[in-house]
């Protein structure tokens, strides 16, 4: 009887740890009746629903301005985006503040405590976003791998990603970068930075 040689087990043990799955950890929630889930590398805070500053003249998803850590923060209505409606006002709908990109250079040097991306735009071009969210409750740890091409031309919604099938529910995974229009995005983050400044 022969045994893999030392290198060969290490050889193999290689293959596995690349074969392994590379789970990452998600937050869900929904739109509607629909389950959708977001990066938690792309979260700075997770927050309570709360009033926030209209901004005339926006579309009727952008919910208005709030602060955080001191500096403005837009805020969009994710199930008034997709839907129409707004999110409903319930202890399970929360706001959470994502790093975003932001149209406008901001000030040199703006930049947020513990190396966090600015609330306001900034000379990285990226900046604090807050997300109205439903049931934005639980966290679930999914290989990123395992999500698949919905197989639809969402080019008027690009922030809807790929998809997965977890427990009997159809769950699309939320890409941050392409939540909000760059005609849209340029006069938010712009009127975050007036009422800064």
Request: no cysteine; charged share 20%; glycine share 10%.
């Amino acid at each position: 009887m022969s045994f893999p040689s030392s290198t060969g087990l290490a050889g193999t043990a290689a293959a596995g740890a690349r074969a392994a799955p590379q789970r990452r950890l998600f937050l869900r929630f929904t739109i509607g009746a629909d389950g959708y889930v977001l990066d938690t590398h792309e979260i700075l805070q997770v927050l309570p629903l709360r009033r926030y500053k209209q901004i005339p003249g926006m579309p009727a998803w952008v919910a208005g301005l709030g602060m955080y850590h001191g500096s403005t923060l837009p805020v969009i209505d994710m199930t008034a985006l997709a839907t129409g409606r707004a999110a409903a006002r319930l202890t399970s709908t929360r706001v959470v503040v994502v790093d975003s990109p932001a149209a406008p250079a901001g000030r040199p040097g703006d930049r947020a405590p513990q190396g966090r991306p600015a609330p306001g735009p900034t000379t990285s071009g990226r900046a604090a976003l807050g997300l109205i969210l439903e049931q934005a409750t639980e966290t679930a740890h999914y290989d990123p791998a395992a999500f698949l091409p919905s197989g639809l031309d969402h080019r008027d919604a690009p922030y809807l990603g790929p998809v997965l099938e977890s427990e009997g529910v159809l769950l699309q995974w939320l890409r941050v970068d392409e939540l909000v229009p760059d005609a849209v995005r340029e006069r938010l983050f712009g009127a975050a930075g007036e009422i800064e400044a």
